[in-house]
Every structure is written in C-alpha cells, then in structure tokens.
C-alpha cells in the first residue's frame, strides 16, 4: 500500500529541521553569545546525570542520527511512488553544468552553490574565532610568547578547529548501507568526489595546523620537547603529529597518480584512518571529538552492517568469455533482494585475491530475473585480468563444464527511484564499458513486470573503438532482436572511432558473438550458496536507532561511574584526560557490539523464514525469456558509423525537435572527455526552441558513473 502524500510531507519537515538545526549549530558555534551561553549550559548538565557528555552528545550528534533514521524511513515509503514528471525549469535549472574544466570534472549549478556556501561558512567560522582571539590574546601555558607570536599561534590553532568542520561532514558522501545522502539524489559513486573535495580541504588545513605550530615551537627552540611529550593534561601533542603523518600518508597515495597506479598500496594505506580517528580523539579531546562523532558513528556502523551482510560466499551459476576481453557473470541471488537500474554490487573472488573488492555495474533488472543478478566485466586491470584468465581456463574438459568458483558480493547499492522515469524523453551517452550501468535500465524498461512509467523516445549512443567491442552488446541482444513494446522507439547509432569495416561485417560479427551460450558452472543450483539477506531501509533506521541510543546510554553510565566531580565540574586533576577518551571508545565498543549482535540475529531469522518456502527449479529464469508473451515484429538495427565520432551538438539539436515542450533527460557515461563534451553543450544551450511548433525543450544533464 503505497504511502500518504501526508506521511511523506512530516518525514520531509521532520528532516529539513533536524538540518537546519545542526547546521545551525555549527553557525552560532564561533560566536561569543554561542560559547557563554554553552559553557553555562554544561556546568547545568554536569549537575544532571547527563552529564557534559550526553548534552555534547545530544545537541551534536542526535540531529544527524535522527536526520539519518528519517531518511531511511522515507525512502523506503517513496519507493512505493511515483515520480513526475520534470517540468519545471527552475528544477532542471540545478542539474544544468556551469563549471566543465578536467581539473574539476563537470559541476552543475547545485553543486556549485553548494561548495561556494561551504566555503563561505568555513571563512565564517575561522574569522570569527581569530577576531575573537585577538581581542583577547591569551598567553601560551608552557611558552613566553610575544604578541606576534601568539597572533601566528592562534592562526595554526584555528586552522585546526576548522579543519573539524570538514571532518564533520567528509565520512556522509562514502557511506554505501548507511548512506542517507541517497534520499537527496546523491548516489555513491557521484559523491566520491565530495569526499575527495572535502579531504583535500580537511588535509591542506590539518597540515597548516601543525606547520604553523610546529614553526612556533621551532623559533622558541622547544620543538622536540613539545612534539614528543605526552601529555597528561589537555592536548597531547604527539597524538596529533601521529595522527597529521597518517593523514600525510593517506592524502598522497591517494593522489590519482598513485592510485591508478598502485591501487593496492591505496587501498592499504586508506585504511590507516582508523589510526588518524583514534589519535585525532586523543589529540583534540573528546568535546571536539562529539562535534565530528556523528559521521564516524555512521561510517563504523556501515563497515559493521556490510561485513555482516558480505560473510557468506556464493557460487557462480554461468559464465560467459566474450571476444573483447570481458566476461558475464551471473550471480544467484535472495528473492527479496531488489535493486533499482543503474545500481552496483562490490565483489569480491577469493582464490584471486582475500582481501581486495571491486564495485561492478549491475547489468540485468530485478524484475526481469528474479533469481540471478548480471555482471559484465571487462579487463582494465590486474585483477580483471586475473577473473578473465580465470574464467578462460576454468573449463574441465572431462566433463564438459566449469568448474565451480566461489565469490563474495555485497550489496548492491544504488539511486532510492529510478530517475530516468522524471522524463518522456531519453538520451542514453555510452562509451565503451560506460554501456553497462544503461543495460539495467533497459532492461528494467522492458520487463514485463514493470508497473512504473517508461520513456515514450529513446535515443542511445554508443562509442566503441574497435569493431569486436560490439560484443559488449551481448547482455541486451534480446532486447535489440526481440524488443518489447516499451522500446518500440528506441533507436540506437553506434560509432567505431578506430577501425574501418563495413556495416555487413559488423552486424555479422555482432550476431556470431551474440549466439555464443553462456558456459554453466559444475555446481548444482540446488547446492548454490545464496547471498546474505540484505538488510531493508526500516532495519537500518532501526539498528541506527537502537545503536546510537545504545552508546548515549553507555557513555553517560560509565561517565558518572569513572568520572569525579569536584563542585558540578570534572575532577581534572584526579583523573587525566585520557580517561573521557577511553570511555568514549568504551561506549563506542558496547554500541557497534550490539548492532552487530542484531543484525546477525535479524539477518539469520530472516534467512530461516524466506528459505523455509524457497525451492529453486533446475532451469534458471534466464533474462532472454520473459520476452516471449510480447514481442515487437521487427528489430532494432543500430546505425552503424566508421571512423568517427559523435558530434554531439548535431545529434541532440536533432531530438530537441521531435519533442514538444518537454525536458529531455541526457544521461553520459563514459570518459571524462566525453561527458565534458555533452556537458559543454547542455551549458551552452540550455533550450533549443523548435521552429516547427514554437515550443522549447530543456536538457537535463546528468553524469553516470560507471564501475567495472
């Protein structure tokens, strides 16, 4: 039963004032009424069995938990709706490109506003703590400082307390389970790069920080005396030295120069922000801890919540070795496990490498295959390299099959709706193996089990650059020898931009490749491991409800145990400040202990209830027979062009002319280069009016980003 427009208008109030709260929070942080008043407010609480801590807690963490729980709600309540139509210009107008340079990639007018205002907040909040502090300046505990010098103390001290801003928000955009930022548009991969942005900021402060200070602590000639003591109150400063050089470290293997290059070393070294968090906690104290505790909170119970779902291994049901060096995988799968188009899966091979995941686009839709989910991969790499030859030389010539091959997988991850269904109108922009998260959606298009409205004119572009890349058609020729109704209006232009072969030759090569079998794998489907349970939208807002309460509880316990109070106010000379931090961790250990506990606990239930009822039939459901009840008459034969590439400004002032004042959904994915290129053009022309009716078409951009 699909939700009330009420229901979902109080979860969208509900959110927007859990936001503007903690965003305000964060504004009147800096300011002096803000710090009297708050420095009040926690000599109150440490008169209540609150204590410090738990209103930390509270005003700083509890708006962005309950923003999360709220988003998890919503969604899953929208998925049961429609979308409209995207008629106004003033909601395309936020997705239109502004920025289309290869340093920055292509930025749109909404993002653009929202970096500018980041920027803005984060001046806001460095002026205002360094004008305050030099109104006042206050002598430095252990160094007799002149007054120049503690104006530049204060300015690499700010810095950091800056730098905490970044911090609070750089774990959201990498949230996969746990991502709340789905509820808004913003899908995984897209906000990677707001990671990226975020870190680059976070990192270029926290090094100004400690050169600054480093510099002071030089010129007083103290500088290994201050670097290396421990100290028992207050800051301690050689947690923050080691937690700056595991930042250093994590920044520059980053760097795309390394990362492409030694993505191991990448992978490896990013998992030093354990090493970063814990020190940074021990460094800047536990009250500076609660302000960014929100986004580890969330992150660490996303690891616990995928580990969990990414334990149990499953069988490849059938493999197939296309001529272009990539292989289709096909996965079983939960019954219940759902995905929207354009979603991704991580996976993981063991016997090639245990520790290593790599995200893949999703190639066939739910509703298409209920049993299997699809891969195609293609050989970009050394572990893609090692799956193909792995896959190619598996096949037991005995018996006339593969052998079996365990996988991990996880997730998948994707948009909360299905965008594209915003618009009547489709231009789908692939290049090479960008083609793959666009098989989903056509697929999804054409299943017979969609309900959900679907594009009346679709217009895909593939660019390939060898004329045995067009076997990376296979997945979907079904769909182009045997459409379904729903894509009666599909047209499709391919374009070889290096080789030079007729369009006989190719179409015969397209058909031989496309009658190749898939090769079946020796286990039986009845013995095939399936994959965990996923956990639905409601169980996460639940365990992010229960764990979260879990740790309020704890730590507000363990405070008033291990914690004196002298006068309402901490005993800061019985106890050092190591133990605030230690609780905090303790808390921290209790909450993600029994979120995991639970989400076994669910998960395992789960699993009984659904495989009680289960029983998997020999033949799998393959996604080339669900077509047979409708079927269009005659195919769809791309056109076919040789030794060129697509110039776009001709090809969509073309379907702007086909369309009758309504917006056409551009969607790209591919190269850099050529989303750059389709961008430019939707930036310099965000309306071509049709001669022929007087009407005007917008274009809406939109960058997929593709994982193989």
């Known amino acids: 039963m699909a939700p009330s427009s009420s229901l979902l208008l109080v979860l969208k109030l509900s959110m927007g004032f859990l936001a503007a709260a903690w965003v305000s929070f964060w504004i009147l942080k800096p300011t002096k009424s803000w710090k009297r008043s708050w420095h009040m407010a926690e000599l109150l609480a440490n008169d209540t069995f609150l204590r410090d801590c738990g209103l930390n807690v509270v005003v700083f963490c509890l708006p962005v938990m309950g923003l999360a729980i709220l988003a998890f709600i919503h969604m899953h ?19 239109r490109p502004i920025i289309v340079k290869s340093l920055t ?15 803005c907040f984060l001046f806001w909040t460095y002026y205002s703590d360094v004008s305050s502090d030099f109104k006042k300046l206050l002598p430095y505990a252990s160094l007799d400082l002149n007054r120049w010098q503690l104006k530049v103390m204060n300015l690499g001290i700010r810095a950091g307390t800056v730098s905490e801003v970044c911090l609070a928000v750089m774990l959201f955009p990498i949230l996969r389970g746990m991502s709340f930022l789905r509820n808004f548009g913003i899908q995984f991969e897209a906000a990677v790069r707001y990671h990226t942005w975020i ?20 010129q007083k000639k103290v500088l290994l005396k201050e670097i290396t003591t421990w100290q028992r109150i207050g800051r301690v400063n050689l947690a923050g030295a080691i937690g700056l050089i595991a930042g250093l470290i994590i920044w520059i293997t980053s760097l795309p120069v390394i990362r492409r290059k030694y993505f191991q070393l990448f992978y490896i070294t990013h998992h030093t922000y354990i090493v970063f968090i814990g020190f940074f906690l021990l460094h800047a104290g536990e009250k500076h801890f609660y302000l960014v505790f929100s986004g580890v909170f969330l992150f660490a119970l996303d690891k616990v919540l995928r580990f969990i779902q990414s334990r149990r291994e499953v069988c490849i049901v059938s493999a197939r070795v296309l001529p272009c060096k990539a292989v289709e995988l096909i996965l079983p799968k939960e019954l219940s496990m759902k995905y929207k188009p354009m979603s991704t899966i991580y996976l993981k ?8 995941w790599h995200p893949f686009s999703i190639t066939s839709s739910c509703n298409q295959d209920e049993k299997n989910v699809s891969l195609l991969i293609k050989c970009q790499g050394k572990w893609t390299e090692a799956l193909y030859s792995k896959i190619s030389s598996m096949k037991d010539e005995k018996l006339g099959q593969f052998k079996s091959l365990i996988v991990v997988f996880e997730g998948p991850y994707g948009p909360s709706a299905s965008l594209y269904e915003r618009y ?10 960008g083609i793959t998260p666009f098989m989903s959606l056509l697929n999804e298009i054409s299943s017979s089990a969609s309900t959900r409205s679907y594009p009346t004119k679709i217009l895909f572009i593939y660019c390939i650059k060898r004329t045995q890349d067009l076997s990376m058609l296979t997945p979907i020729s079904s769909l182009l020898y045997a459409p379904s109704p729903e894509l009666k209006n599909l047209k499709m232009k391919i374009f070889v931009t290096q080789d030079e072969e007729s369009p006989g030759t190719a179409f015969k090569l397209l058909d031989e490749t496309l009658q190749s079998e898939k090769d079946t794998f020796g286990t ?3 013995h095939i491991s399936v994959g965990t349970v996923q956990e639905g939208l409601l169980w996460r807002a639940t365990v992010a409800a229960i764990s979260f309460t879990v740790f309020l509880v704890s730590l507000v316990l363990l405070s008033n145990i291990f914690v004196h109070q002298v006068h309402g106010k901490p005993s800061r000379k019985a106890d050092p400040s190591w133990i605030n931090e230690l609780l905090v961790l303790a808390a921290f250990i209790i909450a993600m202990s029994c979120s995991a506990v639970a989400t076994v606990l669910f998960s395992h239930q789960s699993s009984r209830k659904k495989h009680k009822d289960i029983k998997y039939s020999e033949s799998t459901k393959q996604g080339s027979n669900y077509e047979t009840d409708k079927m269009c008459s005659s195919p769809i034969k791309p056109e076919m062009y040789f030794k060129q590439r697509p110039i776009f400004s001709e090809v969509l002032s073309d379907i702007s002319k086909e369309t009758d004042n309504e917006n056409i959904g551009v969607f790209v994915c591919g190269p850099d280069s050529m989303k750059e290129s389709v961008a430019s053009f939707c930036k310099s022309n965000p309306k071509i009016n049709n001669v022929n009716n007087g009407s005007s078409s917008s274009f809406v951009f939109h960058s997929v980003n593709f994982s193989l």
């Open 349 to 356: 091979v063991p016997s090639i490498s245990k520790f290593q």
């Open 77 to 95: 309540f929208h998925q049961e709706r429609k979308l409209r139509k995207l008629t106004r210009s003033c909601s395309a107008a936020f997705s």
């Open 199 to 218: 870190a680059h900021v976070f990192l270029w402060l926290c090094t100004l920080h400690g050169v600054i200070i480093m510099f002071i602590w030089g």
């Open 105 to 119: 990639g292509v930025v749109s007018l909404g993002e653009l506003l929202a970096v500018s205002l980041f920027l």
């Open 524 to 526: 039986e489907r009845s």
């Open 424 to 433: 009547s109108n489709l231009v789908l922009i692939a290049g090479g193996s």
